[in-house]
């Protein structure tokens, strides 16, 4: 019974988390801005949410590096001592003397929509609470 | 809370590029400096940035890996006058080029607040998450 109400919360929990991974990535993206030879990663966010809500275990997220359904995809890439990584890395827009990939307005508009998305979801979480407390009072 | 890691990102990339504006300011206070009774001139300096991972795998921050001098020649300007000029009459200035300085300082301080920016919008974004169901 209460697995029926929380059931869509869980949902827009999941959203809310792969958003708050998201603007981080974004974030060390524009961090690095200047850095030489640093290579963009984001992930694509629609296969990264059905992926989670299919299997409530999170698996390697799409590789966004791969522009054909029928290309290999590349190996998730290792940084530090961490395990397989879940990124994967963004297109090359304007290729730069350093090899450095990030393209900063790029960068800067999908830091602002994913904001925006993080802040659309808080919305449809506090909707969802006023509703199911409505729904317990009865008023 | 994976949000707050942002800060250690984007405050990392704030102090690498504070540090490169500090090199930038020193560079352009020394760039008519003459060479002292070494022979020895200011060297242009330039921060060398690095990715250094910061525990999860989706934030990486920067550092400031090593600062080089520039190898060029410095300027030689005839000044015969000039009591640091050599025998022939020449007076070695610091190899630092303005103009390069000029757009370093720009690039600068347009990375530093873009990081502002990030760590404002990461602010409110975690205010936001606190009242959550209220």
Sequence with gaps: MLDKMTNRLDFHGNALLLRAERQRAIASNIANADTPGYVARDFKFADALREVSEAQNPGPMRLQSATDPRHIPLPAAKTGSGSDS????????????????????????AFVDNAVRYEATLRFINGNAKTMLSAIQGQ | MSMFSIFNVSGSAISAQSQRLNTVASNLANVDAVAGPDGQSYKARQVVFQTTPMGADSSAGVRVSAIQESNLPGRRIHDPSHPSADAEGYVTHSNVNAVEEMVNMISASRSYQNNVEVMNTAKTLLLKTLQMGQ
């Design chain 1, 86 to 109: 879940a990124l994967g890395y963004s297109l090359q827009t304007s290729p730069s003397m350093d090899n450095n990939t990030v393209d900063m307005d790029r960068e800067r508009a």
